[in-house]
């Protein structure tokens, strides 16, 4: 079992917005503002996508956003693309160590 | 532009032991802290460990506390994972990372890892 919790599935169709929750505790995602997510293709490593609750590195689509309320964070992908469809992790820093969601699958219809 | 190769990778008997390698290049491998995490066959990921760009802190998952041992070399651009006394569920892709802001910014392609 996962420390973070994530919906195992989501789906939207093309062009469409797209909200993926990430539920942890007040020791790790409600306690820290280092939620980061992480999109992985099958059979390839992971690509970090947003880091800092909010921040997006270079060269990461301002289609993809971040947010957190409480113990709870978000990461909506908007404008959905086909490339988008991927599984989608949450990370978060929790005091000398980080813990993972389960991840969640994105189809895009 | 930066890299990291994962290799050290294989089959290994319950309670062998493997030494997984991470080569860095394209960035100052010295002022970066790195990580390991794992991913079991069809499953989600799993951070290992974590060490500091000078060595001084190092952290494990409780999952591999006493038998596994992170390193690096500097001089070299490498990052190492010692595994000892492997059980079935350490069975695994293990990618190397590159830590920023709390967040793994690079990663490796992963070296698979099999025990049986």
């Known amino acids: 079992q996962s420390a973070l919790t994530q919906p195992p599935s989501a789906s939207g169709s093309p062009g469409q917005s797209v909200t993926i929750s990430c539920t942890g505790t007040?020791?790790?995602?409600?306690?820290?503002?280092?939620v980061s997510w992480y999109q992985q293709h099958p059979g390839k490593a992971p690509k970090l996508m947003i880091y800092e609750v909010t921040k997006r590195p270079s060269g990461v689509p301002d289609r993809f956003s971040g947010s957190k309320s409480g113990n709870t964070a978000s990461l909506t992908v908007s404008g959905l693309q086909a490339e988008d469809e991927a599984d989608y992790y949450c990370?978060?820093?929790?005091?000398?160590?980080?813990?993972f969601g389960g991840g969640t699958n994105l189809t895009v219809l | 532009e930066v890299h990291l190769v994962d290799s050290g990778g294989g089959l290994v008997q319950p309670g062998g032991s493997l030494r997984l390698s991470c080569a860095a290049s394209g960035f100052m491998f010295s002022g970066y802290s790195m990580i390991w995490v794992r991913q079991a066959p069809g499953k989600g990921l799993e951070w290992v460990s974590y060490?500091?760009?000078?060595?001084?802190?190092?952290v494990y998952a409780d999952s591999v506390k006493g038998r596994f041992t992170i390193s690096r070399d500097n001089a070299k651009n490498s990052l190492f994972l010692q595994m000892n006394s492997l059980r079935d569920e350490d069975s695994a892709v293990y990618y190397c990372?590159?830590?920023?802001?709390?967040?793994?910014?690079?990663w490796g392609q992963g070296s698979l890892v099999i025990v049986s």
């Open positions: 990372a590159r830590e920023t802001a709390y967040a793994f910014d690079q």
């Open positions: 990370s978060s820093y929790a005091g000398n160590k980080w813990v």
């Open positions: 007040s020791s790790d995602v409600g306690g820290y503002n280092y």
């Open positions: 060490i500091s760009s000078d060595s001084n802190t190092i």
